[in-house]
């Protein structure tokens, strides 16, 4: 409760029957939980695995509703998820009530083709706006990059929080496997295109699987303009260092090529979620990534 609040009724209590304090305290609480408990939001990226049907115990079919199930249990408002085929993402929209999602597929910017697609929780965010661009030297158009094997996009929506108006600009995207100058290139167009539509006190969000470890030159480059929240986080990571398990149950996962970074956010806490289906096996071949955090109003530094 705010100190303000708490001095008027303290000197007031002896003036007044205990009910009516009573009903200002409650009526203080109910009106006013943001300002004064504050809220932390959460975001997650997620490589769900396409809908590979030589997986074998770990088929699509196999995982979906676990996943689905842990989605609505931890309730990201903001949720990225890479390699999704349209069947997959059809899904996930029928079997994730409160959300609403953007994203296209990658081979004809329609349905064809794995979608680096962005689902909100709609209940609380609308969209403004949306784009997807291809990572490539012609990003308006399908196309490959630079060396890359495969063609690559980046998501951008705009949303605003219904109940406070304010703008979240959030980025999701995945990186290439092969190529190491599309993976560099890739991370200096996302910041350039986020140049474009953002300015310094705007909050941003990118997120995605980066194919990419810490100490890489692409990642690097996206360090040096936004906050790692892996880094950031004020509280110690939760859950294994990495993030890539290739359905392993006996794997030591240390490979983290799955990012968050933030700006004008200020990062409580970051998990790689390791929960396991009831077979005992992984939701995915990657760790879903969950964060906490609270919006900053001022320009933040970067770690």
Known sequence: MDKHFFLLLTKTKNDMSGKLLLKIIL???FAFPAASTGQNLKIMTFNIRFDNPNDGENVWDNRKSELTGMVNYYQPLFLGIQEGLANQLDYMKANLPNYDMIGAGREDGKRKGEYSAIFFDSTEYEKVNEKTFW???EDDKVSKGWDAALERICTYGLFREKKSRKLFNVFNTHFDHVGKEARINSAK???????ECTNDS????LMGDFNSFPQSEAIQIISAKLN????ASKKALYGPEGTFNAFDKDLCISDRIDYIFVKNLDVISCRHIDDKRKNGGFLSDHLPVLIEVKRNDCKTTVH
């Open 27 to 29: 009526f203080i609480f």
């Open 135 to 137: 990572l490539s030297e």
């Open 189 to 195: 167009l996302i910041l350039k295109k986020m140049e």
């Open 202 to 205: 705007s909050v941003v969000i």
């Open 228 to 231: 790692d929240a892996f880094k």
